[in-house]
């Protein structure tokens, strides 16, 4: 830990996604210790930063939405893990969030988490930027549509062209 280093409520670290999902999950913690600490810097205990009853109360809040789901996060599906991340990013209220090609390589469930995930961070109002190659991931299977709740704009190249849809 760099010295003089602590945690400031409003200073977190940078929140990531990539191509394949999430980055920055710590396999040898549990899911309620990933929710707090969505961070590429990995540190020896939360308990540093947090009291450990705030790892409890998430922790009880995790088991009651997943009871079926595994105690480390290692041993936990995908669709799981996923949701840990996304809950983590819910947690820390960004007032940005900025996703590049957050759809690719995901299944119906899996882009479901994310729409949710979008829906609860606008209704906070928070902004959530997506980038992405493809209009038919964006916009396809229903997941989000232009008269969604969290769509707002859509802009787009066209001819050279930069276009807005409202």
């Not at 090609?101 to 961070?121: K, M, V």
């Not at 989000?144 to 787009?156: G, N, R």
Request: charged share 20%; with cysteine.
């Amino acid at each position: 830990m760099p010295e003089g280093w602590y945690f400031q409520k409003n200073r977190y670290p940078i929140l990531g996604l990539d191509v394949l999902g999430i980055n920055g999950e710590f396999p040898n913690l549990s899911p309620a210790e990933n929710i707090i600490l969505p961070s590429y810097r990995k540190i020896s205990s939360p308990s540093f930063f947090f009291p450990s009853s705030a790892l409890n109360a998430v922790e009880i809040d995790w088991r009651k939405k997943h009871p079926n789901a595994a105690e480390s996060i290692s041993r936990m599906n995908r669709a799981d893990r996923l949701s840990v991340q996304l809950e983590g990013i819910i947690t820390f209220h960004p007032e940005l969030l900025v996703c590049y090609e957050p759809f690719l390589h995901l299944d119906r469930q899996g882009r479901g988490l994310f729409a949710q995930c979008f829906s609860t961070l606008t209704a906070r109002n928070s902004s959530v930027v997506i980038i992405t190659s493809s209009m038919t991931n964006y916009l396809g299977e229903d997941i989000m549509v232009k008269d969604s709740e969290f769509l707002t704009e859509i802009i787009y190249e066209q001819e050279g062209k930069i276009c807005i849809e409202k």
